[in-house]
């Protein structure tokens, strides 16, 4: 049997009614319509969340530091919070830099922090010296940043390396801990 002969066999009219042209424009234009105003909508909560988030760091963009090496194992930081604001629980880590600063620094330990650590008024700078481990020569690298840690005035934790944009500082929750998929597995031995 062929091609043509096969689709002669299939009834034409099963009584379903298709509708008029018009019927089915206005069907895709409301379609159309509601996908816009989805895509609209999702698009303006972008907008807002980026906002936010530029709103939030706002002060913390205003804290800043600089580093100076004193000797073989002294880090001078000056923290400086130029905002309006006070800051609280500075956390300094020193981090050395083999070339220029960067990402691809490594992380120095540190012995001893000295200086006002808990709270820095707004418009105000201190001076913090980290003594670094005996082990470490800061003599031998390029250079030295530090990575800032501090709580705002709204109580947002606040990270920044160096002279980069501040990030959200979430802990512990950035990398969940791994489990194998043995562990996973809940007990059966009750």
């Given amino acids: 049997m062929s091609t043509v002969e096969t689709l002669a066999c299939i009834p034409v009219d099963w009584g379903i009614d298709w509708g008029s042209v ?12 509601l996908l816009f105003g989805v895509l609209s909508l999702r698009r303006e909560l972008r907008a807002r969340r980026r906002e936010d988030r530029a709103a939030q760091a706002r002060q913390a963009r205003l804290v800043s530091s600089t580093t100076r090496t004193e000797g073989k194992g002294v880090l001078r930081v000056r923290v400086a919070n130029d905002s309006d604001g006070p800051v609280f629980d500075l956390a300094v880590t020193p981090v050395a830099h083999t070339g220029d600063p960067g990402p691809g ?3 120095v330990p540190v012995a001893t922090v000295t200086g006002p650590v808990d709270r820095l008024d707004g418009g105000a700078a201190a001076e913090l010296f980290i003594n670094v481990d005996r082990s470490v020569d800061l003599s031998g690298y390029a250079s030295a940043t530090v990575q800032l840690r501090f709580t705002d005035q709204q109580g947002n934790r606040w990270q920044r390396e160096g002279t980069g944009q501040p990030q959200p500082d979430l802990g512990d929750e950035a ?6 998929w043995l562990r996973r597995w809940p007990s059966r031995s009750r």
């Avoid at 206005?26 to 319509?33: D, H, S």
């Fill in 175 to 180: 990398a969940p801990a791994r489990r194998s």
């Fill in 105 to 107: 620094g490594r992380q």
């Fill in 22 to 33: 018009p019927d089915w424009f206005g069907g895709l234009g409301t379609v159309g319509t």
